[in-house]
């Protein structure tokens, strides 16, 4: 898969490159926003980026909104269970603004919602499932699978070498086995400095997908977040996928908002649904 590069404005994080053709500040550090708003700007400009797209303190935001940013979503509680986190957009290109699904998204939004107090339906109990945080030795399958299920990913989850460097450092990654053999992946992407955590990475192999994979992977996610003290989970999920939607949705998360045209995932730019969650410390 193509990649785009992570790296440091000041004590900011930025992701950018010309997989998804924007930027995304990420984390803005210590940064004061009238200082890295112009420096965003610019660096769109060199690289004829469409779209940028940050991830702020909801304190912050008036600064983006006056430079020409809008507000797409936001999670409330997003650092330290007090502040929101409020997901704004600078369109360099209008035509980016436009979906050309509006129509679809809005009704899956809807199914989610309609759904979100159903069981899950499907074969799940029809095999044995084993659900368990991964190993760096299991990072090759891993990759394969990713690999297998996503043509296009904004980050690179088909390379081992990141799986396990990410392992590391704060992405715990979650797996369930059918008959002993992987079948499904999953991540929480932990940032303890603002206690939260990004419920990420769903990937279901074609031929076990029907089971309720992805809702026992989020479930399992939830306890062990919970039990390390993680005040608010998240998801940025895609928006045309109404499984994924309704997974969140039956996980009693509250839809926070869409981002337009903003990821490149599974082949193309895709637009992406917000959901998020206070994880209650028992």
Partial sequence: MQKDTIEKIGSATIQHGALNRRI???????????????????????????????????????????????????????????????????????????????????AIIELARKKAASPVAGKAAEKPVR???????????????????????????????????????????YCAEVDGALAALSSAETDADSSNVEMTDFATLPEHRGMGLAQRLLTQMEVDMRGKGFATAYTIARAASAGMNVVFARGGYEYGGTLVNNTNISGRIESMNVWHKHLAIN
Avoid: W
């Fill in 131 to 173: 659900l368990h945080a991964c190993k760096a030795d299991e990072a090759e399958a891993m990759s394969k699978l990713y690999k297998k299920v996503f043509p296009s990913y904004p980050f690179p989850i088909d390379d081992p070498a990141y799986l396990r460097q990410t392992m590391r450092t704060h992405i715990v990654y």
């Fill in 24 to 106: 995304y500040l990420m984390k803005i550090g210590d940064e004061e926003p009238d200082s890295i708003i112009p420096q965003l700007r610019q660096l769109a400009e060199r690289n004829a980026y469409s779209k940028i797209f940050a991830k702020v303190p909801a304190s912050a935001t008036p600064q983006f909104l006056r430079a020409g940013y809008v507000q797409e979503a936001e999670v409330p509680g997003f650092y330290g269970g007090r502040e929101a986190a409020c997901f704004v957009s600078l369109l360099v290109d209008p035509r980016r603004a436009v979906s050309d699904n509006a129509e679809e998204i809005a």
